[in-house]
């Protein structure tokens, strides 16, 4: 017989070691559909990595990749620090993918050099926004925000339609439902020649250092970390509880709208309804295996970024589905979740009916 | 009396990490016997009882329980089921009952096979009012056991032992909820049933009730036996010296002229859901030098009271006045900086934030003090050394003021509320059920720097359901019952009593 008991503490080893150990484990597993699909799993590992590493195109595919990853990654491991389950990050990242169009593709006549702040800044707001109705929800009626973060995600993917196919429409666009590109100005630089990789991966790792810091060694950190750890605490402390949760929405919400913005004006350029394949989405996954620490969101948006792109190159390669990218992701998560349990829990072997001596 | 015994520990011993929290424990309960454990907190009570109903594994030692026929036979241990098959029930101090169910199902709740399809609720509830009519414990079956009030909920949870036919019944701290009044009636209750051949083992801190009501004492001290005895041989010197291993300090509280008002509450009412967090027209003033008692039963809004002083709650009417000052806007930020200091009643749940450090835990009420921060970044040096000297000064012990606060025990926890507390020299303290669950030795400390901040020149709010607590502490007594204050005018344990039960005294 096999029961569980509550660990007094998580063993420091055990912090690290679960998400790498999860990651691993997860590959370990994806290796059984391969097999099945017919192909080494050795060699489509070793097309993977090629995929990810074997040169600096690569790597520039996979930082592009994980430059949203660490945006709504961190909107996540923050708001989640907080027991704020802000499940609508892929919403607030076209909010401020939105703004970021509205504002940069000329229809305002703005100074160049202040185009790209002001588009990030409006961009930030814009997603910061589409958190202010349900927290104000969840602190005044108790609403939950899992429920109205993540309906709102289809409010704003149906709202966008309607703004694509009308007022943000690019007139030159061949009634395509798309935007008018952001003016150069406006646009995120590159980091390299002739390659995708943008100077958004720059603001978001600034981003992750600074979320880190402050976590750690700010009152503000402080008291979001008490708020989330046992907001009856908090609150009896002298905490405002519903000040810091607002506090954390907005830069949730902001987070969020900052993955839009470096995804319009650092990669592509315009905006359409399918610029996001669900990073918001992903982004959970992000922080979950970072253990919601925002140095972690920088370690595991690179790990999944890489599996994303390493499995497209090696679907290509070897001719399987790259959906396999879709089942490590998730293998892991749920390999993270398990681990999150025995962190917490250790099972004990009890031999059935006997007695120790 | 018989002399059969009908339970038998043999040696049990378990250890958690470095402490051990029963060593070498043997026990013996005989047909028809109320046996006391005693011993402070920590003591290793609640784990020898845990071990005895299979929630934990001895590293050591064996149990036999006599089966119907009288037969000692081996308990497999680890196996509450085994444990419930062989007739020991257990009834924990925090009730395990679904509060949307009635009494009736809550009884019969795991005991019926899962795959019946229809329930035998006739048969259940003739069993039951059987039980009902032998023991005297009474319970609406009919009502949802959420609506029952704490004597009744406890008297359900006899019942549902009673009902699987329990022979031994534990007992953990039974009487920490009830009045004096209502614990009279359940040890009466007790006694009926060991006349039916019941066997009692019951856990208390209370001497008096442990002398008025058991057949036989024994203390546990530092997981070790120290002592057992026949009641009629036991005086309450000889068995608290045996709990704490010296005499217990007796209370000195010097008379004191109380100073001027540092809390007054003015016809103030909180609206509630429930009796509980409910204050009508509460008026009271709290002096320089005094400490006020409010004794009751268990919600009668007693936390409705705590919060408005905590400044968790915002009354609908009346006013407060902390010293000179009218406090308009309540907030427990509010609160605090008016020089009130809170030991809330929950010390896990509102004391502590456990995931965070002790050292975190120091500072939580004052972060904007600059002792605390400098420009929004925290000042972690200062914060350590802070937490280090209150730590030495108030005697926390743990693993260090960087572990996590839910590592320390109960009772250094409190130590820990305590230091955050007094540091600051409040005008006025509410003390909230402040020695709950903390064993003698804690529960002295708590008492003791009660006393200093009165004496200082502190007003301190005494809010216990432990009447020999209030009785020893407070300079004045009131009884809160439905929400309002009533003045004692004494301390006479009796009136007090009846006035908590809300019979004219």
Redesign the interface.
């Known amino acids: 017989m096999i029961?569980i008991e509550a660990r007094?503490?998580t063993p420091r080893a055990m912090t690290l070691g679960i998400p790498v150990l999860s990651a691993l484990i997860a590959l370990a597993l994806a290796a059984i559909p391969l097999l099945a699909a017919g192909a080494n799993p050795i060699a489509a590992y070793g097309e993977m990595l090629r995929g990810v590493f074997g040169s600096v195109f690569a790597v520039s595919e996979m930082l592009t990749r994980a430059t949203p990853l660490i945006f709504t990654g961190l909107a996540a491991a923050l708001a989640f620090r907080a027991r704020l389950w802000n499940i609508g990050a892929e919403g607030q990242l076209y909010l401020g993918a939105m703004a970021a169009v509205a504002v940069g593709s000329g229809a305002l006549d703005i100074p160049g050099l202040f185009l790209l702040p002001l588009i990030v800044v409006l961009g930030a707001a814009a997603g910061a926004a589409g958190m202010v109705v349900p927290t104000f929800l969840k602190v005044r009626f108790g609403a939950d925000e899992v429920v109205t973060t993540l309906l709102l995600n289809f409010i704003i993917l149906i709202f966008l339609q309607m703004m694509l196919e009308g007022p943000l429409q690019d007139p030159m666009g061949l009634g395509w439902p798309q935007s008018a590109p952001v003016l150069d100005q406006g646009m995120l630089p590159p980091l390299m020649d002739r390659m995708r990789v943008h100077a958004g991966l720059i603001v978001a790792l600034v981003l992750a250092v600074l979320a880190q810091f402050m976590l750690a060694?700010?009152?503000?950190g402080?008291?979001l970390?008490?708020v989330g750890?046992?907001a009856?605490?908090?609150?009896?402390?002298?905490?405002?509880v519903n000040r810091s949760l607002f506090g954390v929405a907005i830069l949730s919400g902001g987070l969020a709208g900052l993955a839009g913005v470096s995804e319009v004006a650092g990669l592509k350029g315009y905006l359409t309804a399918d610029l996001s394949p669900g990073f918001g989405y992903t982004g959970i996954v992000v922080a979950m295996l970072a253990g919601l620490s925002p140095a972690g969101v920088v370690i595991a948006a690179l790990f999944i970024a890489s599996v994303f792109v390493g499995a497209d190159s090696m679907s290509r390669a070897m001719g399987v589905s790259s959906f396999l990218a879709d089942l490590v992701v998730s293998m892991s998560l749920l390999c993270v979740l398990v681990g999150g349990f025995i962190a917490r829990y250790r099972l004990?072997w009890?031999r059935a009916?006997?007695?120790?001596? | 009396m018989t002399d059969h015994t009908v339970l038998r520990l043999n040696g049990l011993s378990k250890r958690f990490?470095t402490v051990l929290a029963n060593d070498d424990v043997s026990l013996a309960l005989h047909r028809g016997e109320v046996l006391a454990l005693l011993g402070e907190n920590g003591a290793g009570k609640t784990t020898l009882m845990n071990m005895l109903f299979g929630h934990y594994?001895?590293?050591?030692?064996?149990?036999q329980v006599a089966g119907p026929d009288g037969v000692l036979a081996?308990l497999?241990?680890?196996?509450p089921q085994a444990a419930l098959a062989a007739g020991i029930g257990m009834v924990h101090q925090h009730f395990t009952l679904a509060e949307n169910l009635n009494a009736l199902d809550n009884i019969t709740l795991g005991s019926e096979p899962l795959r019946a399809l229809r329930r035998d609720r006739k048969s259940a509830r003739q069993k039951i009012e059987g039980i009902i009519a032998r023991s005297g414990l009474s319970a609406p079956l009919n009502v949802p056991v959420g609506r029952l009030s704490v004597g009744e909920c406890q008297r359900v949870e006899i019942l549902k032992a009673l009902y699987r036919d329990a022979r031994i019944l534990v007992l953990d701290e039974p009487t920490a909820v009830l009045t004096p009044q209502e614990a009279d009636t359940l040890f009466d209750n007790i006694k009926a049933m060991t006349r039916d051949g019941l066997s009692v083992i019951f856990i208390s801190h209370k001497l008096r009730e442990v002398l008025a009501f058991s057949d036989r004492i024994a203390v546990l001290r530092h997981g070790r036996k120290v002592g057992e005895m026949a009641t009629a041989d036991a005086d309450e010197g000889a068995i608290a010296r045996m709990m704490v291993g010296a005499d217990t300090p007796k209370v000195a509280r010097e008379a004191m002229a109380p100073g001027a008002p540092v809390l007054q509450l003015q016809g103030v009412t909180v609206p509630g859901r429930s009796p509980r967090d409910t204050l009508t027209d509460v008026t009271m003033t709290v002096h320089a030098h005094e400490i006020l008692g409010i004794a009751g039963i268990s919600g009668n809004g007693q936390s409705a009271l705590a919060r408005v002083i905590?400044?968790?709650a915002v009354p609908q009417n009346g006013t407060i006045r902390v010293g000179e000052e009218q406090i308009a806007r309540p907030?427990?930020?509010?609160?605090?900086r008016a020089g009130v200091g809170?030991i809330?009643e929950d010390r896990h749940?509102?004391?502590?934030?456990?995931?965070?450090s002790v050292a975190?835990n120091m500072v939580?009420?004052r972060?904007?003090d600059p002792s605390?921060?400098a420009r929004?970044?925290?000042r972690?040096g200062a914060i350590r050394a802070h937490a280090e000297a209150l730590a030495r000064a108030y005697d926390v012990r743990g693993p260090g003021v960087d572990a996590?606060a839910r590592?320390l025990s109960g009772g250094n926890i409190q130590k820990l509320i305590l230091a955050r507390v007094f540091e600051h020299a409040p005008r006025l303290i509410l003390a909230n059920q402040p020695t709950r669950g903390l064993d003698m030795g804690a529960a002295a400390e708590v008492g003791r720097r009660l006393l200093q901040a009165r004496a200082r020149g502190a007003g301190v709010v005494l809010i216990s359901e432990d009447l020999d607590e209030v009785l020893s502490l407070a300079d004045r007594i009131l009884v809160i019952r439905d929400g309002q204050l009533v003045d004692t005018h004494s301390h006479d344990r009796e009136r007090i009593g009846l006035m908590m039960a809300g019979e004219p005294a």
């Open positions: 029961r007094p503490s060694r700010s009152v503000w402080f008291r970390r008490a750890e046992n009856a605490a908090a609150r009896h402390a002298g905490i405002g004990v009890v009916g006997k007695a120790a001596r | 990490g594994l001895p590293d050591a030692g064996t149990v081996p497999p241990l680890g196996h905590s400044g968790l907030g427990p930020a509010t609160m605090v809170r809330p749940h509102e004391g502590i934030v456990g995931a965070m975190e939580i009420e972060l904007d605390v921060q929004g970044l925290l972690r996590r590592l």
